[in-house]
């Protein structure tokens, strides 16, 4: 390949502003005449326009000489600058013809001169800027005579003007070797071993690791005990000599055991953390290992930067999976980390420490958790507190208690006292609490009477509905006690009151006039200003707040119309009639039991009726739950046969539901450790290796990463066959084969960038010029790198690229036209290109959420699709996976394959990358008199419209049938 002809081919270290283009560039001549000039404000546009021209390709020959005689003398600093970046980009040799060496030019001696004259100036600013410049000169012949120079500035008084030289003999050294400098190691040593600033000897020692690695060993062993001093970029050059040494060779790892080890007590957090890092990929040794951990945990909680907590956790999580037991030595100093404001970092924290308790610190821990659980009640009663997501956290927090239950049962004794607090709560932790009571009570039975007792006691402060509905379903179930039976049904009936739940009409109208005067209301009067003037003030003057309403809760959840809870009611007062018989109850209590729940019963069923809410759909199936019951209470032959179902099955099957969970929990947890084992271990912060960019002459016994696997291993891909099927199906012909431009385009879509390759090929025998591909876009996508102005030659061809920001998921589209001229005939053409058509499914990955999360979204968000089911689809299984694959959603309501019945309800959830949340219900009902055809209806909402609207195609264009398997 021949040399380039100028220094514009070969790199350009820089960029400057557009600002002097802004009335268009001056002439050659006009520049020439400018830089002429006295005032340096000329000379110094003049050069900035000589620049810019020479980087759009330019020659401008006479401007060398205009600049070495009026230019290179001056003292203002700025014009010194522009000179050097000018010195960086004009051509520095004479056009050669083939087969010859090139020349350098003539003028490029009186530079040399005015270069050295820079290196040589009283000024330390004005040397050590000059050897900075020359870090980026490339040409033997310049670099040459300026070496004794550089190397005196190496005894220079001043350090900026020794670190500056030390950089410029490692970049000589670098390029030329022993053509330049054949001492050049020596020399380092020499300096090295006399420097004092820390700046010089970091360079000095990056010159020794690259250029003479035996000479930075031998410094290192003889000034081990000092390292410590040379600041934090010497240290982080250290670690880069060890990694790159025990690499090649992992014998030499006792060498450097000692300063890794000194290293780990660093005050930089960055030579710390590498150093821990470093001592662990070079070692598995429990001391080690621990040692690293210790410094792990360190940073965890005397770090300010979130960023830095979160890397750590991640580094800890690492360590998790091969040395266990030395983290749960450390588990205390980890859970530290909770009290970091971020909820993100106290999650990580709780991730890290929930798989590390063991019996021996578990009583630590969840007194740790329950001191941090009552820090969140204190946030909330302080209303100008801004604690870190308090919910949310308490959320976190009763989980792992829950955990720690579940794994020890000896501490869910302890636990209830404090999570019992938690059950009035309507944030959603109440409900996380009551069900840890559900199972808790079903899975060590002594511990039932004390979380029954207490139950009981809490049931009026209960004020949410689906936790007294749970809390209902475990007193029906468990209390098997005379005691505790008869206070808990005492308790209920206390609840509910009179069985008459209907407001009579004189109350109501009370209670909206009590409303309608509790309502703020609006005075309006004129006022004297103190200068006299007159204005109009208006108050608002608000009522004093009505006195609370002493009702029950309960009494008051379905006085409000919850058909649920009054069946919930019914049910477990039925259980509790039918169990007094067996536990010793007298027969006249039993009998006043089952009038009054029959009373209970009969008056929830009536004001069902009357009262309109969204459960009203459901009425009849409760009323027919109710009807069950009250025969259970009143047919003799109906309870004989409805009692064992009604006493022991609903515990059967509970406890059957949570051995599945235990195993599903097992076998996640077997499965994650099988993904770990088998994955892929690089890290996202490793480097990637490029052969093409790596220097060819590899040092001897250095091993060499850059082998066909690289990539892979950077990114866990190891399936190549079916990378070029998945390109070609991203390939969009935008124009057509017999038009003058073919063209087509490969997106790649990168989260919040599509990038885009058009491939244009002139199928014309004349050259296209200025030929232009124009974009523009519909949706939430902007172009941040529109195609440039091309010209392609006859039947030639070239790929041109753009970039387009995405901010949102919604379906767009990419259309545009191609423009052109015709360099024959001067005519312009003009190309309009087919639409690229931007599908959703680019941008929706699966994700989890609680079943709580989803119903509090699904009533938060206002946007809703509705789509009606027409398929060819028979099966309602198969139905369900077809739609959960095609929209790559996770179903989170489990369903049993082997079941088979007429009607099929799933929650489906997915969550986008710019972190936007899509709720789908799909309600799917095989109907008898349809010919065996599905039919009902898939709802899809979302906070914002575009992925309502298109999740909504998608499902249209996607539910007709299976893909057709070929």
């Not at 003028?107 to 004259?117: K, P, S, T, Y």
């Not at 004297?528 to 208006?538: C, E, I, P, R």
């Amino acid at each position: 390949m021949p040399a380039p002809k100028n220094a514009n081919e070969t790199y350009c270290t820089f960029t400057l502003a557009s600002d002097v283009t802004a009335g268009g560039l001056p002439s050659e001549e006009e520049i020439a005449k400018q830089l002429e000039s006295s005032n340096d404000e000329d000379k110094k546009f003049a050069l900035k326009a000589c620049i810019m021209a020479m980087l759009g390709g330019e020659a401008m020959p006479r401007i060398l000489m205009q600049v070495i005689r009026f230019c290179i003398n001056s003292n203002d600093k700025q014009l010194k600058k522009l000179c050097m970046l000018y010195w960086e980009v004009v051509p520095k040799y004479q056009e050669a013809a083939d087969g010859e060496p090139r020349k350098m030019l003539p003028e490029m001696l009186l530079v040399c001169n005015a270069l050295m004259n820079d290196l040589t100036h009283p000024n330390e600013y004005v040397r050590g800027s000059m050897l900075r410049f020359l870090c980026k000169v490339k040409e033997e012949e310049i670099l040459g005579p300026l070496m004794p120079s550089i190397k005196a500035c190496l005894e220079h008084r001043h350090s900026y003007v020794r670190k500056n030289a030390a950089l410029a003999i490692f970049h000589a050294h670098r390029l030329y070797g022993e053509a330049l400098l054949p001492d050049a190691p020596e020399i380092m040593a020499a300096f090295l071993n006399n420097e004092t600033d820390i700046s010089a000897r970091r360079n000095a020692f990056l010159m020794m690791l690259n250029e003479a690695e035996e000479l930075a060993i031998q410094f290192l062993a003889t000034h081990l005990d000092q390292v410590g001093e040379y600041g934090d970029g010497f240290l982080l050059l250290v670690l880069e000599l060890t990694r790159r040494v025990c690499r090649r060779d992992p014998a030499q790892k006792s060498r450097f055991v000692r300063v890794l080890f000194q290293m780990l007590g660093s005050d930089s957090a960055a030579v710390s953390y590498e150093a821990a890092w470093t001592l662990v990929s070079l070692s598995s040794a429990p001391t080690a290992v621990r040692a690293a951990a210790v410094t792990y945990t360190h940073l965890l909680n005397s770090s300010q930067d979130n960023n830095v907590k979160l890397i750590v956790l991640e580094r800890l999580e690492d360590l998790k999976a091969k040395h266990n037991k030395i983290l749960q030595e450390l588990l205390m100093d980890i859970l530290r980390g909770l009290a970091s404001p971020n909820p993100d970092i106290c999650q990580k924290v709780l991730e890290v420490s929930m798989d590390i308790v063991t019996s021996r610190n578990v009583a630590e821990v969840v007194n740790v958790l329950k001191r941090e659980v009552g820090k969140t009640t204190a946030a909330d009663s302080n209303e100008t507190s801004e604690a870190k997501g308090s919910q949310t956290y308490r959320a976190l927090l009763v989980k792992a208690i829950h955990g720690c239950a579940v794994k020890f049962p000896h501490v869910a004794e302890s636990v209830v006292d404090v999570l019992m607090d938690f059950l009035s709560f309507q944030d959603g932790s109440g409900m996380q609490v009551i069900i840890l009571f559900r199972a808790i009570v079903e899975q060590y039975p002594e511990l039932r009477p004390t979380i029954l007792s207490k139950l009981i006691n809490v049931v009026d402060e209960i004020a949410s509905n689906p936790v007294m509905c749970v809390c209902l379903w475990i007193l029906g179930e468990y209390c098997e006690e005379s005691g505790n039976l008869t206070d808990a049904y005492d308790a209920i009936m206390e609840q509910l009151g009179e069985a008459n739940f209907i407001i009579a009409p004189d109350e109501a109208a009370a209670e909206d006039e009590a409303a309608a005067t509790a309502a703020p209301k609006m005075i309006t009067k004129n006022v004297v200003l103190a200068d006299g003037t007159y204005a109009t003030q208006t108050v608002y003057s608000e009522a004093p707040k009505p006195e609370v309403s002493n009702m029950p809760n309960l009494r008051k959840m379905l006085v409000g119309g919850d058909v649920f809870l009054g069946t919930l009611v019914a049910s477990s007062l039925t259980k509790m009639c039918l169990r007094a018989e067996d536990v010793g109850v007298a027969a006249a209590t039993v009998k006043k039991w089952t009038v009054d729940s029959l009373l209970m019963m009969c008056a929830i069923v009536k004001v069902a009726e009357v009262t309109v809410n969204a459960q009203r759909s459901s009425l009849s199936d409760c009323t027919e739950r109710m009807t069950l019951c009250c025969r259970a209470l009143l047919d003799p032959k109906a309870k004989e046969l409805l009692k064992p179902s009604l006493l022991n099955d609903g515990k059967a099957t509970f406890a059957t539901f949570l051995a599945s969970l235990k195993q599903d929990d097992k076998k996640a947890g077997e499965d994650k450790d099988g993904d770990a084992a088998a994955g892929p271990t690089t890290q996202a912060d490793d480097l990637i290796h490029f052969r093409q960019l790596r220097n060819m002459a590899v040092q001897g016994g250095d091993v060499d990463l850059d082998d066909g696997a690289d990539l892979a291993r950077a990114t866990g891909y190891d399936n190549a066959g079916s990378l070029l099927e998945s390109e070609l199906s991203h390939v969009y012909p935008l124009s057509g084969f017999a038009d003058p431009v073919y063209a087509e385009a490969l997106v790649t879509v990168h989260d919040y960038d599509i990038v885009l390759e058009i491939l244009v090929i002139n199928r014309t025998p004349n050259t296209l010029s200025n030929l232009t591909v124009e974009l523009s876009t519909m949706g939430d996508m902007k172009i941040v790198e529109r195609p440039q102005a091309h010209t392609i030659g006859p039947l030639d061809q070239m790929t041109i690229r753009a970039s387009i920001k995405v901010s949102s998921t919604e379906t767009g589209h990419i259309f545009g036209t191609i423009v052109y001229e015709d360099s024959s005939t001067m005519e312009k053409g003009y190309i309009n290109l087919n639409d690229i058509h931007m599908d959703i499914m680019d941008y929706i990955r699966p994700a989890f959420c609680t079943d709580e999360a989803f119903r509090s979204m699904w009533a938060e968000f206002e946007w809703e699709n509705k789509v009606a089911i027409a398929t060819s689809i028979e099966d309602l299984q198969v139905f369900l996976n077809h739609i959960v694959t095609s929209t790559n959603m996770t179903c989170l309501t489990p369903h049993d394959p082997k079941e088979r019945g007429s009607f099929l309800a799933a929650n489906l959830y997915a969550r986008s990358v710019f972190g936007e949340d899509a709720l789908v219900n799909v309600s799917v009902e095989k109907k008898d008199d349809n010919d065996g055809k599905l039919a009902g209806y898939i709802r899809i909402r979302s906070k914002t419209q575009g992925i309502a609207l298109s999740l909504g195609d998608r499902i249209t264009s996607v539910q007709r049938g299976l893909p057709d398997s070929n």
